[in-house]
């Protein structure tokens, strides 16, 4: 049998990560059967679950992915690159991100499948707030910075998730910088 490079490992694995983010999107979590993510995806479970061990692994991986997205932006581009990004995302999956909240809470098992997948993003979480330090006031903790930009953050992508009107970006974007800069 022949060996399959890396370069091919990676096209497939970035192949099932891309319709399933489709999947999920169309049909939320729960409807995104297996029948779906092969149907969207276009290759057999077999295929799929080579890369990924179940679906809420590949879900978390997605869900992973998409935050470490959105932090590389506002680390390397800024806050207001973030909103932007957040604003280009697909509404449904920013809605399917949210879905995952209530499953976190609600599903031992998947909960702790994003904990696990979770610890070597967190534990790279000190090295990204450094970075921060140079964007933000010496006056209040990183810790406290970075949970307000989640909030402004996660807050924009909850409300175009709902098909809310997008509110102006750069006025946000002003209050931000003139709450966080430094003086």
């Keep these: 049998m022949p060996k ?4 091919h490992k990676e ?32 290759l057999s479970r077999g295929a799929i679950f080579n890369y990924f061990p179940n679906k809420a692994a590949l879900f978390v ?42 499953r976190i809470r609600t599903d031992a098992d998947f909960k702790r499948v994003v904990e696990e997948r979770e610890e070597e993003f967190i534990a790279t979480r000190g090295d990204r707030l450094a970075r921060l330090r140079p964007q933000v006031r010496a006056d209040v903790s990183l810790d406290v910075v970075a949970t307000f930009l989640s909030f402004v953050a996660n807050g924009l992508a909850l409300r175009l998730s709902m098909d809310d009107p997008l509110p102006d970006l750069d006025a946000i974007a002003k209050l931000v910088d003139e709450g966080v800069a430094p003086r």
């Design 61 to 102: 991986e997605l869900a992973i992915e998409t935050s470490r997205r959105i932090t590389d932006i506002w680390l390397n581009d800024g806050f207001r690159a973030v909103l932007d990004a957040i604003v280009l995302e697909d509404p449904d999956w920013l809605a399917v991100q949210f879905e995952s909240t209530r």
């Design 11 to 42: 096209r497939r694995r970035e192949q099932i990560l891309e319709g399933a983010r489709r999947c999920f999107a169309r049909h939320g979590y729960e409807g995104a059967t297996v029948a779906r993510l092969e149907q969207e995806i276009g």
């Design 4 to 7: 399959v490079s890396e370069e």
